[in-house]
């Protein structure tokens, strides 16, 4: 596609529901990073795969956070037993090169708000 | 301590002015450092990209990097009410791989 993709745009989950939040990167880009963005904050790295494999996860926050990228271009963010410190928007960024060091195109973002 | 840090704002400036945003960064071995626009309620916008010191102008953007003061900056000139924004400085966490480490930004407001 012409740029990177994430839906849904915004999900309202209750407290303690499972969500997961999709990403669809710009066609033949090898990198993929998943961001979280608290209001009022820059965005905070949660995880970077170069094809399909998951090379930094070191910022993901708790156990109930995992990201996969099967095949190498769909990622998907699942979180797990929501709290309300997850609301966020969760951005996701693909770059042609390998690793981010020329910059990379971030996606709309998906809001998450828990309740 | 934050890595990146920016001054949140906001900073006001009119119409046609240059507008001037600052970045201190604390890894000294640093090498990639990004300017994103992000408007209300949209995602980061790659604006400008320097890796060596100096000056690198695009357009009505210029962005300065210092690696001996470990400062990154933005000069807007002639400002317009579109350029109203965030601005986000990141940088290369040469530690960490590739990721990007981002600053707080700084909310620019560009008056009438």
């Known amino acids: 596609g012409a740029g990177v993709s994430q839906s849904p745009r915004y999900k309202v989950a209750k407290r303690g529901q499972d969500v997961a939040l999709r990403c669809d990167p710009i066609s033949g880009h090898v990198s993929l990073f998943w961001y979280q963005q608290a209001l009022g904050q820059g965005p905070e790295f949660l995880t970077y795969?170069?094809?399909?494999?998951?090379?930094?996860k070191s910022g993901l926050p708790s156990d109930r956070f995992f990201a996969e990228r099967p095949e190498g271009s769909v990622s998907t963010l699942k979180i797990q037993r929501t709290q309300q410190e997850d609301s966020a928007v969760y951005l996701c960024?693909?770059?042609?090169?390998?690793?981010?060091?020329?910059?990379?195109?971030f996606g709309s973002g998906t809001r998450l708000t828990v309740v | 301590q934050k890595e990146v840090e920016q001054n949140s704002g906001p900073l006001s400036v009119p119409e046609g002015a240059i507008a001037s945003l600052n970045c201190t960064y604390s890894?000294?071995?640093?090498?990639?450092f990004f300017w994103y626009r992000q408007y209300s309620g949209k995602s980061p916008e790659l604006i400008m990209s320097?890796?060596?010191?100096g000056d690198k102008e695009d357009g009505r953007f210029t962005a300065q990097l210092n690696k001996a003061s470990q400062y990154v900056s933005l000069l807007i000139r002639d400002s317009q009410p579109s350029d109203s924004a965030t601005y986000l400085c990141a940088v290369i966490d040469t530690g960490g791989g590739n990721k990007l480490t981002f600053g707080t930004g700084t909310q620019l407001k560009v008056e009438l």
């Open positions: 795969f170069q094809n399909e494999a998951q090379l930094d």
């Open positions: 890894d000294r071995v640093s090498q990639s």
């Open positions: 320097i890796y060596s010191n």
């Open positions: 960024a693909s770059s042609l090169a390998a690793g981010g060091s020329y910059g990379y195109t």
